[in-house]
T-cell receptor, first 114, second 113 residues
Framework: AQTVTQSQPEMSVQEAETVTLSCTYD???????LFWYKQPPSRQMILVIR??????QNATENRFSVNFQKAAKSFSLKISDSQLGDAAMYFC???????????FGTGTLLAVQP | DTAVSQTPKYLVTQMGNDKSIKCEQN?????MYWYKQDSKKFLKIMFS???????INETVPNRFSPKSPDKAHLNLHINSLELGDSAVYFC????????????FGQGTRLTVV
């Protein structure tokens, strides 16, 4: 069964600094997608970034980028120039193979210090 | 123009009651889902529908019954509510089954007292 692990329950970063959130996953599939979702206090689940496993190039979205290491089954999120609005719970998620569902990690609560 | 909207946002009810949560998406997606987020923020899928057909039922008690009248709507009915049902319930949709991102509604916080 596929699993997603986020080993950092909480992280903190200074405004304008860079932070990296870790995620590892386990799967026997070769074709899958990985995602990072952000959940601010408003509760809304917001897609931050997605990565197709068949693409070697790491996905980037403005200040957000990933380090996708397929062999190591690692998918970390880097947030550059952190802003106060980045404070939220961040979830790593996997969708792949015959499944039709997102499998989530346990989340990392990110605090941004002014 | 909310893409995935669910109502109500908050629901407080007594044990034993029956309640429904409604969800609608205007994205033209074929697949809709219900996820449950527990008090520790853990998110887990409950149901998935593709073109009104149930394709995932993740060992959810049969007190929970999803209904999809058309592919734009997926409602969740809960019978005989229990204290342990208190959680945030998210509706979501995706363009196709598998390997695509899901777009989430704003969640319904259900509190059973």
């Amino acid at each position: 069964a596929q699993t997603v692990t986020q080993s950092q329950p909480e992280m903190s970063v200074q405004e304008a600094e860079t932070v990296t959130l870790s995620c590892t996953y386990d799967t026997s599939e070769s074709d899958y997608y990985l995602f990072w979702y952000k959940q601010p206090p408003s509760r809304q689940m917001i897609l931050v970034i997605r990565q197709e496993a068949y693409k070697q190039q790491n996905a980037t979205e403005n200040r957000f980028s990933v380090n996708f290491q397929k062999a190591a089954k690692s998918f970390s999120l880097k947030i550059s120039d952190s802003q106060l609005g980045d404070a939220a719970m961040y979830f790593c998620a996997y969708n792949g193979g015959a499944t039709n569902k997102l499998i989530f990690g346990t989340g990392t609560l990110l605090a941004v210090q002014p | 123009d909310t893409a995935v909207s669910q109502t109500p946002k908050y629901l407080v009810t007594q044990m034993g009651n029956d309640k429904s949560i409604k969800c609608e998406q205007n994205l033209g997606h074929d697949t809709m889902y219900w996820y449950k987020q527990d008090s520790k923020k853990f998110l887990k899928i409950m149901f998935s529908y593709n073109n009104k057909e149930l394709i995932i039922n993740e060992t959810v008690p049969n007190r929970f019954s999803p209904k999809s009248p058309d592919k734009a709507h997926l409602n969740l009915h809960i019978n005989s509510l229990e204290l342990g049902d208190s959680a945030v319930y998210f509706c979501a949709s995706s363009q196709a089954a598998g390997n695509t991102e899901a777009f989430f509604g704003q969640g319904t916080r259900l509190t059973v007292v």
